[in-house]
């Protein structure tokens, strides 16, 4: 939305489903115009895809590994309102397998995460909005001129002129067909049916299992991605903490799977990919 303009002046309040980086730039921008916005988050805190876990020592970046900036105005928008101090250039080898013993680079290009967690953007960007946590929209109804927003536990959150949902599609669908808006929501079939399930899993080595590259896509079943979370700045652990990634097909099939049998298998599909023997 920065490089769009149109004519907000009768919309007054505005509600956005969802504290992902869309929802809180959405808010931010719209603050901006002097509208007053309210963002609310299912979750303890802001993050979306931006997500990390808690581990000892510090944390793994399991959701979006890194993001890029093709449009110019982002870069300067993430410097004013999250500051530089929260993300940085990732300054990694990465690459991408093409058969079992052959590897490529990635194509250049500088790739950025947060500091010194992936959640610090979004926390630093929550800072500029009025974001309600813990509280998870179930329904929208609409009146004359306003829509009403209710919570999972039949709370009226309030009258709006305007609502964004910024969830993802499967939530976003749920919503609106809870709302009685099916024909809103028959519009994301398509965008549900694209959005595929990750195993995620977070190792940890004394000592790096693969020196040749800190992210890197495998051509393996059951594995795609592997990054080196601790070669990100500003992470100060002990060892390396390792973040894998497990192919759409793969999850599918094991969607069940208890999770300590999963993270074996996808140790194991490592272990198959680069050929290292050392323990996490």
Wanted: hydrophobic share 40%; net charge negative; charged share 20%.
């Amino acid at each position: 939305m920065f490089n769009q303009t149109f004519d907000s002046s009768l919309i007054r309040r505005i509600a956005i489903v969802g504290s992902g980086l869309s929802g809180l730039t959405a808010a931010i921008q719209l603050r901006g115009l002097g509208h007053d916005v309210t963002v609310f988050e299912k979750s303890r805190g802001p993050g979306g895809r931006l997500a990390a876990k808690r581990v000892t020592g510090g944390s793994a970046d399991m959701g979006a590994q890194y993001f890029t900036s093709r449009n110019p105005d982002f870069l300067p928008f993430l410097h004013k309102f999250a500051g530089p101090e929260s993300f940085g250039p990732w300054k990694g080898r990465f690459g991408f397998q093409t058969n079992a013993d052959k590897w490529e680079s990635f194509p250049e290009e500088t790739r950025y995460v947060g500091i010194p967690r992936m959640t610090a953007i979004t926390r630093a960007l929550s800072g500029h909005a009025h974001v309600v946590t813990e509280t998870r929209v179930a329904r929208l109804a609409r009146n004359d001129q306003s829509w009403s927003l209710f919570s999972t536990a039949g709370s009226h959150l309030g009258d709006f002129d305007a609502v964004i949902v910024t969830a993802p599609p499967a939530q976003a669908r749920e919503l609106l067909a809870d709302s009685g808006l099916d024909a809103l929501a028959s519009h994301l079939d398509e965008p549900v049916s694209r959005v595929l399930p990750c195993w995620a899993v977070a190792a940890h080595f004394p000592v790096s299992p693969w020196p040749h590259h800190e992210g890197m896509r495998c051509k393996h079943p059951a594995l795609f991605w592997v990054a080196n979370n601790s070669s990100k700045p500003g992470r100060d652990d002990e060892g390396q903490w390792w973040v894998l990634h497990a192919s759409p097909a793969w999850t599918e099939d094991n969607v069940d799977t208890p999770a300590e049998e999963v993270a074996e298998k996808l140790l194991a599909a490592f272990r198959e990919t680069t050929g290292f023997d050392t323990g996490p």
